[in-house]
């Protein structure tokens, strides 16, 4: 996993899921074209995740919630959403079957573009798991969050 020394000063951790708590952290950050507000959009679309989020099967709302159920990779999740300020950050709590996560988004204009940081924390001893048992783990989550930076990059569904 990363180092929690590498944090962001600016994403809010709830009591219990800093990256010095967690089991497992995860930081990624990259610059998407377009403005932090069409960015924003896209990420609060729950309609359309299952369009461009790798492994989002459904989606429970049509609309973006304070709550709802996600399908990834087989595995229903609760999230909860705790950080709601468009187009700046954003950020949820997942909870699922003996893992719970949470993940902060902080996004940034640069010149023609958008600098997306994202960060996860999770509380699970799965994590711990795959990083012992897979050293490659950690290299494939963040082959998927760039692949999912590089869809923001094709521009918002249809419907956004």
């Known amino acids: 996993m990363h180092d929690p020394a590498d944090s962001h000063p600016d994403i809010h951790w709830p009591s219990g899921f800093s990256p010095a708590e967690a089991h497992g952290f995860h930081h990624v950050q990259a610059v998407v ?12 679309d729950a309609a359309g995740w299952t369009s461009w989020v790798p492994g989002c099967e459904e989606v429970s709302t049509r609309t973006f919630t304070q709550t709802f159920e996600v399908l990834w990779c087989g595995h229903r999740f609760e999230v909860y959403v705790g950080e709601n300020e468009p187009p700046r950050r954003l950020g949820w709590m997942c909870l699922g079957t003996s893992v719970r996560l949470y993940q902060g988004y902080l996004l940034t204009e640069v010149g023609d573009g958008t600098e997306i940081v994202v960060e996860s924390a999770v ?38």
Do not use: M
């Open 33 to 44: 074209p377009g403005p932090p507000e069409r960015v924003f959009r896209v990420l609060t």
């Open 123 to 160: 509380r699970a001893s799965l994590p711990k798991a795959f990083d012992t048992l897979t050293p490659t783990w950690v290299e494939r989550l963040d082959e998927l969050w760039h692949a999912q930076l590089a869809r923001l990059s094709d521009g918002p569904p249809p419907s956004v």
